[in-house]
């Protein structure tokens, strides 16, 4: 049996050790972690519904009818009636025919596309795609070719050489660590012109872009032929946990037989399922949530490059300040927590060697003060290739 001390020492050598925090209270700007109060720009909570008052009221109250557990999977006996409304919803708000609610967004992609590929097909993935939409491709075994971030014209070249079987596009619809939003309209082109499923992870923009927030696909006018396959999360901008996809009826009766993530795991509780459909509704009906959004981005990033700081280019919530080496990131993170401001450094895997930065996430419920400390903190960011391991 190969011993383990020796490759967790190495990680954290080489500033790749990553530790848990302990909260201690609910998501939202101002946080106890560690027993500290922190204000915290590191969430995914882009619309603050997570510890929204009516969110909770409807929690508490669907526990109170359905109990704190589902008991059995979707199939079995586990498929409430809130399950099946929110399902409805959800197909409602994306203009879908049909959507299929999942644990967890990681499941929601690997059993999607293991499900639509097999061996001799081929599914081609932006390079800076999510782990799961990745991951997935391998549970496939597929054929997987990797296309140059956000380019459409490397993609074309590599689908010009297309043999036989099925092709499937995955791409995020806004990248997770970057913040910038996929071209999509020219990727469903060329899914199009060579007859290949296109599906969007729209993690991080559902909630967030488009009109009603209905995410990057209605940021860019694109409806359900020209994308047929969206798979979006319930754990960022609408607040709860969980994921969907959408699409035809025969997508969503497909995923019922065969995905293999939905089949055989215990449905999520029914109570939760009734918090989302309630999360849903504000995030459609409060376009302020958006709007102050807009008004925190364009506030952050002219400070931001009023301080020369490396900022990447985005226009979401996700503003990523990169830092390059590993230890130069956390340094920067212990800099800003030593002023009381949370900001989690993302290392290597999670973005390519050379890329470690610090990726700031802002929440409409942050207010001025709240950005005004921020930027106050990072002006006063030294260098710190030297510092020490977590």
């Not at 782990?131 to 997987?144: E, F, M, T």
């Not at 009023?306 to 830092?323: R, V």
Request: proline share 5%; charged share 25%.
């Amino acid at each position: 049996m190969q011993p383990l001390a020796p490759e967790l020492e190495r990680r954290r050598r080489e500033h790749l050790y990553r530790r848990r925090r302990v909260s201690d209270g609910p998501q939202g700007p101002e946080m106890r972690l560690d027993g500290r109060s922190l204000i915290s720009f590191c969430g995914n909570d882009y619309l603050g519904l997570a510890n929204h008052p009516r969110v909770i009221e409807v929690f508490r109250e669907a526990a109170g009818r359905y109990g704190v557990g589902s008991g059995a999977a979707h199939l079995v006996n586990g498929h409430s009636a809130a399950h099946h409304a929110l399902e409805e919803e959800l197909a409602a708000f994306t203009g879908r025919q049909r959507a299929l609610l999942f644990s967890t967004g990681y499941m929601a992609n690997t059993g999607l596309i293991a499900t639509l590929l097999g061996r001799g097909d081929t599914v081609y993935q932006d390079r800076l795609n999510h782990a799961s939409l990745l991951d997935g491709g391998l549970l496939s075994r597929a054929r997987l070719k990797r296309y140059a971030h956000a380019d459409p014209l490397d993609l074309a070249a590599r689908m010009a050489g297309q043999g036989g079987g099925e092709a499937l596009v995955a791409t995020d619809g806004v990248f997770s660590m970057d913040g910038d939003i996929a071209p999509l309209p020219e990727l469903a082109a060329q899914c199009r012109r060579r007859g290949a499923w296109l599906l969007v992870d729209d993690a991080h923009g559902l909630g967030v872009l488009g009109p009603g927030g209905r995410g990057s696909l209605a940021h860019f006018g694109l409806d359900a032929d020209q994308v047929p396959i969206l798979m979006g999360t319930l754990g960022k901008a609408l607040g709860t946990a969980g994921a969907f996809v959408a699409g035809s009826e025969e997508l969503i009766e497909t995923l019922i037989q065969r995905a293999r993530s939905y089949i055989f795991t215990t449905a999520a509780p029914p109570a939760l399922a009734e918090a989302t459909r309630a999360a849903l509704a504000l995030a459609r009906d409060e376009g302020w949530r958006r709007q102050r959004l807009g008004e925190l981005i364009a506030r952050f990033r002219a400070g931001a490059e009023a301080l020369g700081l490396p900022l990447m280019p985005s226009q979401t919530p996700i503003q990523p300040l990169l830092a390059g080496s590993s230890a130069r990131a956390l340094d920067w993170a212990r800099q800003l927590e030593d002023r009381g401001v949370l900001v989690t450094p993302i290392r290597p895997p999670t973005v390519p060697e050379g890329g470690a930065r610090l990726r700031v996430t802002l929440s409409a419920i942050h207010d001025d003060r709240h950005l005004e400390q921020l930027l106050d903190a990072l002006a006063e960011l030294r260098g710190g290739d030297d510092a020490a391991p977590c």
